[in-house]
């Protein structure tokens, strides 16, 4: 193809109508009432869209916005507003009868006599979404047991503290170590090993309630949080999770797993590294006694 034979230019209404998103104008008056003027393009939903009502009144269809999206949306237009700062945010759009798709907006401020205006852009981001959550997922799971791994665990712990101090609330730790787990390598071999640590992973998050959370430390170390939860419950708990491990039949015998576990609660105010070690030294003391057994110092 020759330079001749390459088509004209589009003009402004074909170029709008080829882009994978829309172009919008957005305007909310002083007195709060919100409406789309102007909205063109290859549409980010397959959701009849009635924009001739949009473009009278959008308060309407934007307070359908599902869970906490309609709060963010509108705290992001109102600093966009305030500041003249370009808008840019993310919000799920789900139409009746119609998959929810991820929709990321970016858009300039322009101030008006009686209210603000933006012009934008509209796209539909659910891959780009799902790619950031897919990657999110592998940075906090354990890749064999599929457990949170030790940089979740840590973000929670840390936000569970928090609550503790502030609300004046219980939260104590358990720290699980397998027993003579090199014994079960050495065995059975490390393919073997590895059957375990799933297993257990599984039948502890079962044991576990719903608000605990237990993540893998590395190699066949554990921790599970326990919010809302004195050491004395933290006890019985940890002690009833280990006769359930010792009882079970992890493909090499009832009785071949069993766990040593340290318990401490959080001390208001004191610092993360501090309520771990006191765990780890409860478990130290659950190895020293002869394993298969629970753990508290005072």
């Known amino acids: 193809m020759s330079v001749n034979d390459i088509p004209l230019s589009l003009n402004a209404e074909q170029l709008i109508s080829q882009i994978p998103g829309v172009v919008f ?22 959701a009849p869209i009635d924009r001739d009502q949009l473009a009278e009144d959008a308060n309407t269809a934007l307070e359908q916005l599902t869970g906490a999206d309609y709060p963010k949306l509108m705290s992001a237009i109102e600093r966009s507003a305030q500041g003249m700062l370009p808008l840019a945010t993310r919000f799920r759009l789900a139409p009746p009868g119609h998959k929810a798709k991820w929709i990321g907006v970016s858009a300039t401020p322009e101030p008006m006599p009686n209210g603000v205006r933006w012009h934008g852009i509209m796209m539909d981001i659910s891959d780009q979404v799902s790619e950031e959550q897919r990657l999110r997922k592998l940075c906090d799971t354990d890749p064999l047991t599929s457990l949170p791994n030790r940089r979740k665990l840590m973000v929670q712990l840390t936000h569970l503290a928090s609550l503790s101090s502030r609300h004046g609330t219980p939260l104590s730790i358990m720290m699980l170590d397998i ?3 090199k014994h079960i390598n050495d065995r059975w071999g490390h393919l073997q090993g590895d059957d375990v640590l799933k297993r257990l992973a599984t039948l502890a998050q079962s044991l576990l309630r719903s608000e605990d959370m237990i993540a893998r430390l590395g190699g066949e170390e554990f921790m599970a949080l326990l919010p809302l939860t004195p050491v004395k419950q933290c006890h019985q708990l940890a002690d009833r999770l280990r006769h359930q491990i010792a ?7 009832v009785g071949k797993v ?41």
């Not at 305007?27 to 939903?45: C, D, K, L, Y």
């Open 25 to 46: 104008q957005f305007f909310r008056h002083h007195n709060g009432h919100m409406s789309i003027p102007f909205m063109e393009g290859a549409g980010v939903t397959s």
């Open 179 to 181: 027993d003579h787990f």
């Open 258 to 298: 069993t766990l040593s576990i340290g318990v401490a609660e959080y001390r208001c105010g004191e610092p993360i590294a501090s309520l771990i070690e006191r765990a780890d030294q409860a478990l130290y003391s659950a190895k020293d006694v002869g394993r298969d057994c629970v753990c508290l110092l005072s």
């Open 247 to 253: 009882e079970h039949d992890f493909g090499i015998g």
